[in-house]
């Protein structure tokens, strides 16, 4: 699906990042303490292991406000757990056609692999990430859910599905 194209000059992207405890989560720190410079723009999410991420992880990262996400872990065949990381590679490539089957523009998302003593991998991951999603624009279309969902919680009301879902909706009611 298409999204806006054109940069919004005072836009600030709000990113959230999903990083495995030992490998990636090192490197950001390490990207930190060398005083790397960096956008400031990702608020991370530490995970034992890329292992642990779940569609519903990133979908519910862009209803609570993120307009891009960051997947990141252990290099292939450096998993702490053997083989988290492939489990995770296979899993995006299912999350891919769920996203944009749910109206998520793909370049909100990244996946890298970035280990512990790669910190200026992680300071690139970071702002080309940022720079990517600053030309995409705000996502507002889950915003916006969010924000109806709570007013509908509110008051008792049924939520009004925005377009952005619906076809996943209409089609969860087929099944039934
Ligand atoms: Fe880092 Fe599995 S422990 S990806």
Redesign the pocket.
């Known amino acids: 699906m298409s999204e806006m194209t054109e940069p919004i000059n005072d836009f600030e992207p709000r990113i959230t990042a999903f990083v495995?405890?030992?490998?990636?989560y090192t490197g950001a720190d390490m990207a930190g303490t060398s005083r790397m410079h960096m956008a400031s723009n990702v608020r991370i999410i530490r995970?034992?292991?890329?292992?642990r991420i779940d569609a519903l992880f990133i979908i519910k990262a862009f209803e609570r406000g993120a307009d891009g996400v960051i997947v990141s872990?252990?290099h292939p065949a450096?998993?702490?757990?053997?083989?988290?990381?492939y489990h995770?590679r296979r899993r995006f490539i299912v999350f891919r056609e769920l996203l944009g089957f749910m109206g998520v523009d793909l370049g909100r998302v990244t996946f890298s692999w970035v280990s512990a003593g790669e910190g200026a991998k992680w300071r690139d991951v970071v702002n080309e990430t940022v720079e990517r999603i600053r030309e995409l624009g705000p996502f507002d279309a889950y915003h916006d859910l969010a924000l109806r969902q709570a007013a509908g919680a509110a008051s008792g009301t049924s939520l009004d599905v925005p377009d952005v879902v619906a076809p996943v909706v209409a089609e969860a009611g087929d099944a039934s």
């Not at 450096?78 to 990381?85: E, I, M, V, W």
């Open positions: 495995c405890n030992w490998c990636t995970l034992p292991c890329t292992g872990g252990c450096d998993c702490h757990y053997t083989a988290g990381n995770a």
